[in-house]
């Protein structure tokens, strides 16, 4: 069974930064992909960043380019999202995603970790 943990989130102000980090486990795992999504209150899960690990870098949601940074290491199936100049806007439930079966979508879940940004 596979198990994704995230931690990181806080209570912080407009301006401010905040680092997110998600670790997958599991017997045997690996993991193709990776991803952090969010998801506010009566709205549907919104991608923020992801990494394919065969290639192609990171891919970013239009609302955080320029802001968020997407980091990781396949080999330890960890993922970091380093959030700065966050703005009221990034509040959110934050979800690690992982895709542990080739071809496949996203298909194991963390549990999420509350991001709130005050003005």
């Known amino acids: 069974q596979v198990q994704l943990v995230e931690s990181g989130g806080g209570l912080v102000q407009a301006g401010d930064s905040l680092k997110l980090s998600c670790a997958a486990s599991?017997?045997?795992?690996?993991?193709?992909?990776m991803a952090w999504f969010r998801r506010t209150p009566g709205k549907e899960r919104d991608f923020v960043a992801g990494?394919?690990?065969?290639?192609?870098?990171?891919s970013y949601g239009d609302s955080v380019k320029g802001r968020f940074t997407l980091s990781g290491d396949s080999a330890r199936n960890t993922l970091y999202l380093q959030m700065n100049n966050l703005k009221p806007e990034d509040t959110a439930v934050y979800y690690c995603?992982?895709?542990?079966?080739?071809?496949?979508?996203?298909?194991?879940w963390g549990q999420g970790t509350q991001v709130t940004v005050s003005s």
């Open positions: 995603g992982a895709v542990t079966r080739w071809g496949a979508s996203y298909d194991s």
């Open positions: 599991g017997r045997d795992l690996r993991t193709y992909a």
């Open positions: 990494i394919t690990w065969s290639g192609g870098g990171a």
